[in-house]
């Protein structure tokens, strides 16, 4: 009888003395877990400074607009940005932010065709004014009146000759380099730019007169 009460004693205080002992091992590890969890904002998981602010603009562009004020001011400033990209394309040669007329490489091929050559159409208007300002001081003077007529003479056989020159040769090229691709409208492209100064030229020329020109573009 001894022998049974003291078991049945100690069986309880063994249950009891059991359950407190897995409860605290559960609050052990559950204190583990929380100190032992990683800050979500600290160490390599921070996004840099460049990368939030990406975000941040990324976040502000998918922004539907609340107003249609807030809806202009975004098109402004879409088309304001488009526009200075599409500038300094022009300066850059860029194709991806040029007009839609210059890129492709037919037309970046007329372009460093043109500025490769001295092309007379680009003198005409210079010409023109010298032409111009001989017609007055020929009034007076024989000669320069006869100068003035020589000179315009040779301006425009020279410049009809040219440009029958440059049409032809660009056709040819055209024909030779791109068989399969479009090309509506490169040969008035490229006579286009011949009558502009050079320095003039827009988008910018990026070869140099005389330059050999590469057989792919």
Same mark, same amino acid.
């Given at each position: 009888m001894g022998t049974l009460k003291a078991r049945a004693l100690s %069986?309880?205080? $063994?249950?009891?003395? !059991?359950?407190? %002992? *897995?409860? !605290?091992?559960?609050d052990t590890s559950d204190e583990t877990s929380v100190e032992e969890a990683? @800050?979500?904002?600290?160490?390599?998981?921070?996004?840099?400074?460049?990368?939030r602010? =990406?975000? =941040?603009?990324? !976040?502000?562009?998918?922004?539907?607009?609340?107003?249609?004020?807030?809806?202009?001011?975004?098109?402004?400033?879409?088309?304001?940005?488009?526009r200075v990209r599409m500038q300094e394309a022009l300066r850059s040669g860029d194709e991806?932010?040029?007009?839609? #007329?210059? #890129?492709?490489? *037919?037309? $970046?091929?007329?372009?460093?065709f043109v500025d490769a050559r001295w092309n007379v159409a680009e003198w005409l208007l210079p010409l023109l004014g010298l032409i111009l300002v001989l017609s007055f001081a020929g009034a007076t003077s024989p000669f320069l009146a006869w100068l003035q007529v020589a000179l315009w003479? =040779? %301006? &425009? &056989?020279?410049? *009809?000759? @040219?440009?029958?020159?440059? &049409?032809? $040769?660009? $056709?040819?090229?055209?024909?030779?380099?791109?068989?399969?691709e479009n090309r509506r409208g490169a040969v008035a492209y490229a006579v286009l730019r011949s009558s502009q100064l050079r320095r003039l030229r827009l988008p910018k020329?990026? *070869?140099?007169?005389?330059?050999?020109?590469? @057989?792919r573009y």
């Open positions: %069986t309880p205080y $063994r249950q009891t003395l !059991r359950g407190q %002992t *897995v409860f !605290r091992r559960r990683p @800050d979500p904002i600290s160490g390599k998981g921070r996004p840099t400074p460049k990368r602010d =990406a975000e =941040a603009e990324r !976040r502000q562009r998918l922004k539907p607009p609340r107003n249609r004020r807030e809806a202009s001011q975004k098109m402004r400033d879409r088309r304001r940005t488009e991806r932010h040029l007009p839609a #007329r210059d #890129r492709g490489p *037919v037309r $970046r091929f007329c372009r460093d003479t =040779a %301006t &425009i &056989i020279g410049t *009809v000759f @040219d440009t029958l020159l440059l &049409i032809w $040769r660009t $056709r040819r090229e055209l024909l030779r380099r791109f068989p399969d020329p990026q *070869v140099q007169r005389g330059s050999t020109l590469p @057989d």
